[in-house]
């Protein structure tokens, strides 16, 4: 059986990227498009493209399978998000006579949520963060569990992914006040219990096992550089292992597909502690975000892997890794303020080229950036013959990134490839870097950096600091570039290149005096205080997904008021001070735009008897 008619049940660049190999198979693409993609670049280089019915989405399962009908597909490739991690729309496809692109419904269903992938990962004798598999309902199990095992811990929604659906807590007052129990039981949410792991290294292993038992790691990678849970820098081969953690790596990799017999394309992760524990987190039953370091490495399409596999093909021989790569995703968050998501227009792009240089992209100049989607714009996609090639490549290819009109992270990566706790091992031969060095290490430095900005510029300046603008000047006969915080010059008619919101990456230094963010403050959180005292609005345009006080309620400084979600991700809303909940003007489910007032309430500061 080949496969020739391939509908891709995705967008953005995932869409492109299996457009282009079904084209190198020779097979004919075919991609289903909601309004805003209609001029998207995987619309335009699909074979075919069909409009979705009026208010259908790309999660519209009936609708995807009667265009599959329609347009004569004879397979389904899911991508990675949206439906791909559907065991009953893999179900459906199946039933209807298509080829899933993707391991079978079972198989993800053993893996599908964290308890099922827990009561897995134990029957293959894979060890995973030592938790609680079974539900947790109450307070009381949370602390004798931490009695014996310690303070930080972790209640995880089954159903959340991303970085969503999680609540550290601390200590037993924590976890008696915390609203997670009531929260999960209104949304019908099973939660279960994990210690939170505060310096470990995240490691994965990119699988591909197919129906005749052949089983390969392809390559391994790490993934630790990440915010919020959610990865910002990938690289492959995992460097700096300690002895024999690659070899028990693959090992259990292969124990956990094998226990539910898994067919097709898969990444095991785990986490590694200083120690040398390897503990099981997840497996993810498609491809990934971070793929791209894997064929990079080894040469290996792994697009084309999965298509041989679902026609019941052998996975064949896998190239050793070679060389080093690193993937950088492009986001539109703002490294100045706790990386918060920006929107708006792309008003100008240009990506790197030149050796050893890979862009994996689905947006173009003009297009609009809404809260709707993942932030991710693109991957810059770096390789070299060594690890010390790849930085240096990477710190090139950032100097010739430019995106005007929104705000991204290239900052946050430029500074991130100077920093030596990333770029060597330390004494021991480890590398230093941990899940939540970002959160901790760097991220302080960039407020920091703003801050003194801030603190150092005109009033104009003042009035947004967190962007630059960059013009192109001549001085003596030499072209030059001069950055500077906007609001510094006055309004003009600009040439290109002269643009309000030009995003070159810069590293960004603290300096002593810069003031951090407040006490208790973490990246995510997002509370803006209005101009009118005691308000508090929404720093974004999101969707406002839970809310956790209610008029009358007294809270403290640091109380959780509401959870906004912007591009896929959980941004948290704080009280400022000490206060009392007067008026909550918005409800869940609903779009909120930046400046829109979520929470009023009485505190000293506005002089009620209340507070």
Same mark, same amino acid.
């Given at each position: ?536 609005? &929404? %720093? ?6 839970? =809310?956790? @006080?209610?008029? *009358?309620?007294? #809270?403290?400084? $640091? /109380?959780? !008021? ?12 704080? &009280? %400022? ?6 008026? =909550?003007? @918005?409800?869940? *489910?609903?779009? #909120?735009?930046? $400046? /829109?007032? !979520? ?13």
């Amino acid at each position: 059986m080949t496969l020739s008619r391939i509908l891709i049940a995705n967008r953005g660049e995932i869409a492109l990227r299996i457009v282009r190999t079904a084209r190198d198979l020779g097979a004919t693409s075919i991609l289903p498009y909601t309004p805003e993609d209609l001029m998207s670049p995987a619309a335009e280089l699909a074979d075919e493209a069909y409009a979705l019915p009026e208010g259908s989405s790309y999660t519209d399962a009936a609708a995807l399978l009667e265009m599959a009908h329609a347009t004569g597909a004879d397979a389904i490739h899911p991508g990675y998000g949206f439906l791909s991690e559907d065991a009953d729309f893999a179900r459906s496809v199946i039933n209807a006579g298509v080829t899933w692109v993707g391991p079978s419904p079972e198989a993800m269903e053993a893996l599908g949520d964290k308890m099922s992938a827990r009561a897995t990962a134990e029957r293959a004798q894979v060890a995973p963060v030592p938790g609680i598999t079974d539900s947790v309902t109450d307070a009381e199990t949370v602390i004798a569990f931490a009695a014996a095992h310690g303070y930080p811990v972790a209640l995880k929604r089954t159903d959340g992914g991303g970085g969503r659906g999680i609540t550290v807590l601390h200590n037993d007052d924590e976890v008696r006040a915390t609203p997670a129990f009531e929260s999960a039981a209104q949304g019908g949410g099973t939660l279960i219990l994990e210690r939170f792991v505060t310096a470990a290294r995240h490691i994965e292993t990119q699988c591909a096992r197919d129906c005749h038992g052949g089983f390969a790691v392809v390559s391994t990678r790490d993934c630790s550089l990440q915010r919020r849970n959610q990865k910002l820098l990938e690289e492959a081969p995992a460097p700096f292992l300690p002895e024999g953690v690659h070899d028990r790596l693959i090992e259990a990799s292969r124990r956990l597909l094998e226990t539910v017999d898994y067919v097709g394309v898969a990444t095991c992760e785990f986490l590694l502690t200083p120690e040398g524990d390897v503990w099981f987190l997840e497996v993810n039953p498609r491809l990934q975000v971070e793929h791209c370091v894997t064929e990079e490495v080894t040469g290996t399409d792994l697009v084309e892997v999965q298509l041989r596999i679902a026609e019941g093909g052998h996975l064949g021989q896998v190239n050793e890794p070679r060389g080093h790569s690193l993937e950088l995703r492009i986001t539109c968050e703002d490294p100045a303020r706790g990386l918060a998501p920006s929107t708006g227009a792309i008003t100008r792009l240009r990506w790197p080229a030149g050796p050893g240089i890979r862009i994996e992209s689905g947006v173009t100049e003009g297009d609009v950036v809404t809260p709707l989607f993942d932030p991710m714009l693109a991957k810059i996609i770096v390789t070299g013959a060594s690890r010390e090639q790849a930085i240096a490549r990477a710190r090139r290819a950032l100097r010739e990134t430019v995106v005007e009109g929104v705000t991204v992270c290239t900052a946050l990566h430029a500074e991130v490839l100077t920093r030596p706790d990333f770029t060597a091992p330390d004494s021991a031969g480890r590398l230093a870097v941990t899940t939540r060095w970002i959160e901790k290490e760097v991220l302080p430095d960039l407020d920091d950096a703003a801050a003194t900005s801030q603190a150092d510029g005109s009033s104009e300046t003042a009035a947004n600091p967190r962007t630059r603008s960059s013009y192109i000047i001549e001085l003596n006969g030499r072209r030059m570039q001069l950055t500077l915080p906007d609001g510094i010059l006055a309004p003009s008619n600009p040439a290109r290149g002269f643009s309000s919101r030009s995003n070159r990456a810069q590293p960004l230094r603290g300096r002593s005096g810069g003031t951090r963010s407040p006490r208790g403050a973490a990246p995510g959180d997002t509370g803006t205080a209005g101009s009118e005292p005691g308000v508090i609005a &929404a %720093p974004m345009q999101a969707i406002v997904t839970r =809310i956790c @006080v209610e008029p *009358g309620q007294q #809270v403290c400084q $640091g /109380d959780l !008021l509401v959870v906004l979600e912007s591009m896929k991700m959980e941004n948290y809303v704080h &009280a %400022p001070s000490d206060g009392t909940i007067s008026e =909550i003007p @918005v409800s869940a *489910g609903r779009t #909120v735009s930046a $400046g /829109d007032v !979520l929470v009023r309430m009485h505190t000293p500061e506005n002089g009620s008897e209340e507070a």
